[in-house]
């Protein structure tokens, strides 16, 4: 029930406006955090984490047009 309403929430504040992520791109964030739910990544791992920052940092500020 927890997740299922913090998904709920979630999907709610993603809603219709102009920072909005589509379904794949959530879903590319989920598919990228599996393994560090799963254990097979640390957090506390540097390299892990290094790369956890790369890919949010990319994810993030997909179609931000810098100037």
Excluded: C
């Excluded at 913090?6 to 379904?23: T, V």
């Amino acid at each position: 029930w927890t997740i299922s309403r913090a998904i709920e929430e979630l999907l709610a504040f993603n809603n219709r406006h102009e920072y909005s992520y589509s379904r794949d791109e959530l879903v590319e964030l989920i598919d990228f955090y599996w393994p560090f739910g799963e254990g097979e990544k640390s957090f506390a791992d540097p390299d892990d984490n290094a790369e956890r920052q790369e890919f949010l940092q990319q994810w993030m500020n997909k179609g931000v047009v810098e100037e």
